[in-house]
């Protein structure tokens, strides 16, 4: 009986990703060499300034652009995670089940030749333009709806049911957008951090976007294909062809604070595209601003 309990809540996780992305599991690149190079150049930038200063002849110019950061300028490293014991646990069964099921599998369809996983990747990506098309309607951008629905029309006619993106190839580059996306154009903040079972690092918001594009696309029901089971054959499909292609592998930093930096790195970009939505909430720039760089 739990063994039943366990594979139908594990399908039903998967059916829910059926047209998501997971490429917000990957952790960025380290990139020491340009980070060593930057930090000399902004060391070399102080002790300049310093020297100038111990012999009275600081340029303001060259001041202002090494002004260290106040601690009120400086960004928060806090992330609000009241359920943070429940999701530590969920991180780790995550990590379980990544490892005992999801990666055997994904290295398996990683072997498949690679015209077929393009086309498996194509169709998909096919289907989340129904959900951006949508979307970018509820954010008041029709243009940008226009050219989504143009991509679904070309791929799921001439690319074959989406198969080939041939869309592309007439300039209607794929620029998907959330439920998530369209809530915080409306105001809606991110909430709590949020560890989903199979799914990964979210927030409440995007738990609640996921449910809703996915309302979206049952609704919608493209050729009937969110109806039966193969709605849940669908839903396994395409999560194995996600996971092939996130990079992310649990445990694989060394740290024993993954949980807090993939909290911190999830959050605080979530923060940033909030930031980048809103441009008239940041703070304008002051008279006496240098630009970065002079």
């Given amino acids: 009986m739990r063994a039943a309990i366990f594979t139908g809540l594990t399908a039903l996780m998967l059916g829910a990703c059926a047209s998501q992305h997971l490429?917000?599991?990957?952790?960025?690149?380290?990139?020491?060499?340009?980070?060593?190079?930057?930090?000399?150049?902004?060391?070399?930038?102080?002790?300049?300034?310093?020297a100038a200063a111990s012999h009275g002849t600081t340029d303001q110019t060259s001041a202002r652009s090494v002004v260290p950061l106040t601690t009120a300028q400086a960004p928060s490293m806090y992330s609000y995670d009241p359920w943070e014991r429940v999701n530590r646990f969920t991180y780790r069964f995550n990590a379980r089940f990544d490892d005992g099921v999801f990666l055997p599998v994904a290295y398996g369809y990683g072997h498949l030749p690679a015209p077929l996983r393009a086309g498996v990747h194509n169709f998909f990506d096919n289907l989340t333009d129904v959900q951006t098309?949508?979307?970018?309607?509820?954010?008041?951008?029709?243009?940008?709806?226009?050219?989504?629905l143009g991509r679904f029309l070309i791929n799921s006619t001439v690319g074959i049911g989406g198969l080939f993106d041939?869309?592309?190839?007439?300039?209607?580059?794929?620029?998907?957008?959330?439920?998530?996306?369209?809530?915080?154009?409306?105001?809606?903040?991110?909430?709590?951090?949020?560890?989903l079972p199979l799914y990964g690092p979210s927030t409440l918001r995007d738990a609640v976007g996921l449910l809703g594009d996915f309302g979206i696309s049952y609704l919608v029901d493209v050729a009937r294909l969110y109806r039966g089971d193969k709605t849940w054959a669908l839903g396994v499909v395409d999560a194995v062809d996600q996971r092939s292609n996130t990079n992310f592998r649990y445990y694989s930093t060394g740290s024993p604070f993954e949980y807090e930096?993939?909290?911190?790195?999830?959050?605080?970009?979530?923060?940033?595209?909030?930031?980048?939505?809103?441009?008239?909430?940041?703070?304008?720039?002051?008279?006496?601003?240098?630009?970065a760089g002079k």
């Fill in 23 to 50: 490429s917000i599991r990957t952790l960025p690149p380290e990139t020491p060499a340009a980070d060593n190079a930057a930090a000399i150049k902004n060391a070399a930038a102080l002790a300049a300034v310093a």
């Fill in 133 to 148: 098309v949508v979307n970018y309607a509820l954010q008041w951008h029709p243009a940008a709806s226009a050219r989504s």
């Fill in 166 to 195: 041939v869309a592309s190839k007439f300039h209607l580059r794929s620029e998907p957008t959330s439920l998530s996306t369209t809530l915080s154009r409306w105001g809606m903040h991110p909430g709590p951090y949020l560890v």
């Fill in 261 to 291: 930096t993939v909290r911190f790195l999830y959050v605080h970009r979530e923060l940033i595209e909030d930031d980048a939505l809103h441009p008239s909430d940041l703070p304008k720039k002051q008279d006496g601003d240098v630009p």
